[in-house]
């Protein structure tokens, strides 16, 4: 460089221009090889407006990061128009046209994403019945399958065992035989 200069060649200012645009030209050489494999092509020809959440070229809807990396939709003809239109005063865009360009842009507001969905009514539709459907299954199985109680849980059953504690004195200290009056055969107060 300093060898270029020092012959007269070239001014200074000359010269940084030359390497300005060499390095611009390198970029876009690695820009394009960069873009190419990392997906330029599956975006189409919609427009790279930044750099994303991740970096890559996919556009999503997310309230809390509202930056895509790329546009909504390609520019067709009337956008293209819109767009040298915006480039001058905005107070000549009319209402329709400012929403038009929102649109090509981003595929909801804020507040459209932001909105409740009512997903919430499938899952508590799908959870009650499931629950629904576990009760009947147990209603079924107690009704159908299940056996009976057996004898033994029967009231009269269980007077008989009380009787048979009482005159075996089953745990006579602190157990049921200990409340039992026996010299006058009723409990005791």
């Given at each position: 460089m300093n060898s270029i200069l020092a012959k007269g060649l070239i001014s200074q200012s000359a010269l940084k221009k030359v390497i300005i645009s060499q390095?611009?030209?390198?970029?876009?050489?690695?820009?394009?090889?960069?873009?190419?494999?990392?997906?330029?092509?599956?975006?189409?020809?919609?427009?790279?407006?930044?750099f994303g959440i991740t970096g890559s070229y996919i556009y999503f809807d997310k309230p809390d990061f509202p930056m895509p990396a790329i546009r909504f939709r390609e520019d067709d003809d009337y956008i293209k128009k819109l767009r040298e239109k915006e480039k001058g005063d905005w107070k000549k865009l009319t209402i329709d046209e400012k929403k038009a360009l929102y649109r090509a842009s981003f595929c909801s507001t804020i507040a459209e994403i932001s909105a409740p969905t009512g997903e919430w009514k499938s899952v508590a539709a799908g959870v009650l019945f499931l629950m629904a459907t576990s009760l009947w299954v147990f209603a079924a199985?107690?009704?159908?399958?299940?056996?009976?109680l057996p004898p033994t849980m029967s009231k009269e059953a269980k007077f008989r065992q009380l009787r048979e504690k009482l005159i075996l004195?089953?745990?006579?200290i602190d157990g049921i035989s200990s409340k039992w009056d026996y010299d006058n055969n009723r409990w005791k107060k």
């Open positions: 390095r611009v030209t390198e970029r876009n050489v690695l820009v394009a090889i960069a873009n190419t494999f990392y997906g330029r092509k599956q975006i189409g020809k919609r427009e790279v407006v930044g199985l107690k009704i159908f399958f299940y056996p009976g004195q089953v745990d006579p």
